[in-house]
T-cell receptor, first 116, second 112 residues
Framework: DTEVTQTPKHLVMGMTNKKSLKCEQH?????MYWYKQKAKKPPELMFV???????INESVPSRFSPECPNSSLLNLHLHALQPEDSALYLC???????????????FGQGTRLTVV | DAKTTQPPSMDCAEGRAANLPCNHS???????VYWYRQIHSQGPQYIIH???NNETNEMASLIITEDRKSSTLILPHATLRDTAVYYC?????????????FGPGTRLSVLP
């Protein structure tokens, strides 16, 4: 099973709403990632979790709050977003760095977020 | 961090081989070359990766030059479904290595 599952597939939210994006994998991966992708642009790294601890925050605004409750789940909590935050949000997982083995990342199909 | 450069776009005739180049002249000895592709509105799909030897799998072949400063992804018989943006990424896998950082990629159009 090389699947990363993201829910929901589509989300429309108002600027005062609170919502959460969810990501799940059962490959035993201990590194999980959130990316943001605007139209016609490459994915941009937002956060990296390694062994359920936040290891990288790419200067993401605090209205995005990640959470890794266990080794299989990754959440992205959204609050007070702006219309410019509308994008495709991608989750990925891989073996954690430091295991010293080559390893690819597997991506989910993303959540298409629209902020109105 | 090693950077990669790729042509912004390429065309390929259906049934012919598609050869996608990537330059990574500052690659370090512990950095692997990964290739991903992204079909419109889908998540990136892993294709292949390698360190210094040429690699082949059911999707593609990866040719890495001896000095490791460039590589070529080969899709041996391109189909219309191979139309996508192809990303070349270099990444170390040891502790402290960089993460999967995407450049602009190459938009491959497979033409009938």
């Amino acid at each position: 099973d090389t699947e990363v599952t993201q829910t929901p597939k589509h989300l429309v939210m108002g600027m005062t709403n609170k919502k959460s994006l969810k990501c799940e994998q059962h490959m035993g991966h201990r590194a999980m990632y959130w990316y943001k992708q605007k139209a016609k642009k490459p994915p941009e790294l937002m956060f990296v979790y390694s062994y359920e601890k936040l290891s990288i925050n790419e200067s993401v605004p605090s209205r995005f709050s990640p959470e890794c409750p266990n080794s299989s789940l990754l959440n992205l909590h959204l609050h007070a977003l702006q219309p410019e935050d509308s994008a495709l949000y991608l989750c990925a997982s891989s073996q954690a760095l430091g295991i010293n083995k080559n390893t690819e990342a597997f991506f989910g199909q993303g959540t298409r977020l629209t902020v109105v | 961090d090693a950077k990669t450069t790729q042509p912004p776009s390429m065309d390929c005739a259906e049934g012919r081989a598609a050869n996608l180049p990537c330059n990574h002249s500052t690659i370090s000895g512990n950095e692997y070359v990964y290739w991903y592709r992204q079909i419109h509105s889908q998540g990136p799909q892993y294709i292949i990766h390698g360190l210094k030897n040429n690699e082949t799998n059911e999707m593609a072949s990866l040719i890495i030059t001896e000095d490791r400063k460039s590589s070529t992804l080969i899709l041996p018989h391109a189909t219309l479904r191979d139309t996508a943006v192809y990303y070349c990424i270099v990444r170390a896998t040891t502790s402290g290595g960089q993460n999967f950082v995407f450049g602009p990629g190459t938009r491959l159009s497979v033409l009938p």
